[in-house]
């Protein structure tokens, strides 16, 4: 069994940054395994939002990129997200992935 438990969100203004954080535990070997962040906004479907392989290579979605930097510390089995320059339109759940294993979502809001 595998968990993740993000953390991070919360309400802020447009422009403003976010660092969201996921620690993953159990039965994995976490530096050797590629790591997704997804988001889904009310009323949308989940979308992939980062990833990062676990060479540290990342890959984004065209809406994020620029805005948005993953990481990871593998010393401590955590994930990152760091989030510049918010807009509202980044409103949603964001949730750590890996495989069929999901954490239960940390709430980003942004205000005009």
């Known amino acids: 069994q595998v968990q993740l438990v993000e953390s991070g969100g919360g309400l802020v203004q447009a422009g403003g940054s976010l660092r969201l954080s996921c620690v993953v535990s159990g039965r994995i070997a976490f530096p050797l395994k590629s790591m997704y962040w997804y988001r889904q906004a009310p009323g949308k479907g989940r979308e992939p939002v980062a990833m990062?392989?676990?060479?540290?290579?990342?890959n984004y979605s065209p809406s994020v990129k620029g805005r948005f930097t993953i990481s990871r510390d593998n010393a401590k089995n955590t994930l990152y997200l760091q989030i510049n320059n918010l807009k509202p339109e980044d409103t949603a759940v964001y949730y750590c992935?890996?495989?069929?294993?999901w954490g239960q979502g940390t709430q980003v809001t942004v205000s005009a």
């Open positions: 992935n890996h495989e069929e294993y």
């Open positions: 990062i392989t676990a060479a540290m290579v990342p």
